[in-house]
C-alpha cells in the first residue's frame, strides 16, 4: 500500500536556523514525490518535486531510495516561510496524489 | 486566469441531508480530482475524471457519495444522508494533460469546501 509519513505535527525554529521537514514513503514501485505548501488562508499549492531537482524559495529535497525519504530542506528558515507542508506521491506524475498528515513549520523571530 | 473554483465555501448540513458541492476547474483542463481532509490530517484521494469519464472512484467512501462531470467541465460532488463522520474540507484539483515544461500535469487546487454535519 501507499502511505507517507510525516512524524512531525509543528516544527518550530528561529529566523535564519536551517529547517528539515522529514517525510518517508511507502511505495512497492518508483513513484513521484512532491512537497506541497499551503500558506495562511492560501490553497494548496505546488513547492517542488523530485523529478524537477529545483530549488523553489530557497527549498530542496532530495529522493533517498534506500531509505524511503524525501526531506525538505532550507539552509536558513525566514518568516515567510510559515505555512503547513505536506509530503505528497503519486504513481506518476498527473495521477492522484497520497498525501502525509502535514507538518506545520512556524519561523520565529 | 482564474484558478479552480469551488461552491459553496462553507456548508452546515444536519445528519441525514443530501448536499452538493460544486467544482469549475481551470478552463481546458482535462484531468479533475476530488479529495477529502479531515481535521488533522492530509487530503485523501476520492475519485478521478478525465473529461466526463470517470476513471478512478475507488476513493469514495460509500455508496453515499457520488461525483459527475457530464460536459468535461464543471463537477459535482453529491453525498447523501449526510454523517457525522462527512464533516471535512472536500479539494477539488484540476491538471492539463499537455506535456510541455514546467506546469504539465500539476494539479492545481480549489479553495475547498468546508463541510459541517450537525
Known amino acids: 500500500a501507499q502511505r507517507v509519513t510525516q512524524p512531525e505535527k509543528l516544527l518550530s525554529v528561529f529566523k535564519g536556523a536551517p529547517v528539515e521537514l522529514k517525510c518517508n514513503y511507502s511505495y512497492s514501485g518508483s513513484p513521484e514525490l512532491f512537497w506541497y505548501v499551503q500558506y495562511s488562508r492560501q490553497r494548496l499549492q505546488l513547492l517542488l518535486r523530485?523529478?524537477s531537482r529545483e530549488s523553489i524559495k530557497g527549498f530542496t529535497a532530495d529522493l533517498n531510495k534506500g531509505e524511503t525519504s524525501f526531506h525538505l530542506k532550507k539552509p536558513f528558515a525566514q518568516e515567510e516561510d510559515s505555512a503547513m507542508y505536506y509530503c505528497a506521491l503519486s504513481r506518476e506524475y498527473g495521477n492522484k496524489l497520497v498525501f502525509g498528515a502535514g507538518t506545520i513549520l512556524r519561523v520565529k523571530s | 486566469g482564474a484558478g479552480v473554483s469551488q461552491s459553496p465555501r462553507y456548508k452546515v448540513a444536519k445528519r441525514g441531508q443530501d448536499v452538493a458541492l460544486r467544482c469549475d476547474p481551470i478552463?481546458?483542463?482535462?484531468?479533475l480530482f476530488w479529495y477529502q481532509q479531515a481535521l488533522g490530517q492530509g487530503p485523501e484521494f476520492l475519485t478521478y475524471f478525465q473529461n466526463e469519464a470517470q476513471l478512478d472512484k475507488s476513493g469514495l467512501p460509500s455508496d453515499r457519495f457520488f461525483a459527475e462531470r457530464p460536459e468535461g467541465s464543471v463537477s459535482t460532488l453529491k453525498i447523501q444522508r449526510t454523517q457525522q463522520e462527512d464533516s471535512a474540507v472536500y479539494l477539488c484539483?484540476?491538471?492539463?494533460?499537455?506535456?510541455?515544461?514546467?506546469?504539465?500535469?500539476?494539479?492545481?487546487f480549489g479553495p475547498g469546501t468546508r463541510l459541517t454535519v450537525t
Open positions: 478552463s481546458g483542463h482535462v484531468s
Open positions: 484539483a484540476s491538471s492539463s494533460l499537455l506535456i510541455s515544461r514546467g506546469s504539465s500535469y500539476e494539479q492545481y
Open positions: 523530485h523529478i
